[in-house]
């Protein structure tokens, strides 16, 4: 089972991988990830990925597509694999079709996490840290003294990216980045809208569903 997750920051994608994962028994690859990786292992493409980094610019497409083709001949995806993080972009996915093509692959599903802006912003803005590691949320896990850490009494904090305006320019890059992405995967048949809103268990068994369906 090929699978690409798709969703904005703030929709889940992680808690729902991981339970994909548990019971699909194929890995999560995350663009992130795998990058970081390929540096450290100092694979071709990894090289490659090092010098646009250390100057401070982004990965070309190819070099990507590259750092994915190794990352998807390991062993561990025999059976398949959920892409997480890309494609980002219409050309990274038609890219992406013509890479999978040549090794006699494609993509089975793209399951969309989709939760309105209000909500993600509930979400994402309610999340405070404290220096300790700890972390919680207004909503979702409140600390019992507000603005205070329980378990070592320091003042929490929100970070940058965590404050509302931070919140909605990530949202606003989503969808301008997204929108294309969903018309060209719609059009393949291929996309399987899910509502992210409900319980995590919810959720998990709409997807759950698509794939098994």
Same mark, same amino acid.
């Given at each position: 089972?090929?699978?690409?997750?798709?969703?904005?920051?703030?929709?889940?994608?992680?808690?729902?991988?991981?339970?994909?994962?548990?019971?699909?028994?194929?890995?999560?690859?995350?663009?992130?990830?795998?990058?970081?990786?390929?540096?450290?292992?100092?694979?071709?493409?990894?090289?490659?990925?090092?010098?646009?980094? @250390?100057?401070?610019?982004?990965?070309?497409?190819?070099?990507?597509?590259?750092?994915?083709?190794?990352?998807?001949?390991?062993?561990?995806?025999?059976?398949?694999?959920?892409?997480?993080?890309?494609?980002? #972009?219409? @050309?990274?996915?038609?890219?992406?079709?013509?890479?999978?093509?040549?090794?006699?692959?494609?993509? @089975?599903?793209?399951?969309?996490?989709?939760?309105?802006?209000?909500?993600?912003?509930?979400?994402?803005?309610?999340?405070?840290?404290? #220096?300790?590691?700890?972390?919680?949320?207004?909503?979702?896990?409140?600390?019992?003294?507000?603005?205070?850490?329980?378990?070592?009494?320091?003042?929490?904090?929100?970070?940058?990216?965590?404050?509302? @305006?931070?919140?909605?320019?990530?949202?606003?890059?989503?969808?301008?980045? #997204?929108?294309?992405?969903?018309?060209?995967?719609?059009?393949?048949?291929?996309?399987?809208?899910?509502?992210? #809103?409900?319980?995590?268990?919810?959720?998990?068994?709409?997807?759950?569903?698509?794939?098994?369906?």
């Amino acid at each position: 089972m090929n699978l690409i997750l798709l969703g904005p920051p703030g929709a889940g994608k992680g808690t729902q991988a991981k339970k994909m994962i548990d019971a699909l028994q194929i890995p999560q690859i995350s663009t992130g990830d795998i990058l970081r990786a390929a540096v450290k292992d100092g694979t071709e493409m990894g090289v490659e990925a090092k010098k646009y980094m @250390d100057a401070g610019k982004l990965v070309p497409d190819s070099v990507v597509i590259g750092i994915i083709d190794e990352r998807l001949k390991e062993k561990d995806c025999t059976k398949g694999f959920i892409l997480d993080g890309f494609p980002r #972009t219409v @050309d990274q996915a038609s890219s992406l079709a013509i890479m999978l093509e040549k090794s006699n692959r494609a993509i @089975d599903h793209v399951i969309s996490i989709e939760v309105p802006d209000e909500d993600l912003l509930a979400r994402l803005t309610g999340r405070w840290m404290c #220096t300790c590691g700890a972390s919680f949320h207004k909503i979702f896990n409140p600390p019992k003294v507000d603005g205070i850490c329980d378990l070592c009494g320091a003042k929490l904090y929100q970070r940058d990216d965590d404050k509302e @305006d931070a919140i909605k320019v990530r949202l606003e890059n989503y969808h301008k980045q #997204t929108a294309p992405l969903i018309d060209f995967y719609s059009a393949k048949g291929l996309l399987r809208s899910i509502p992210g #809103t409900g319980s995590p268990d919810n959720i998990y068994s709409a997807i759950m569903a698509v794939v098994n369906g």
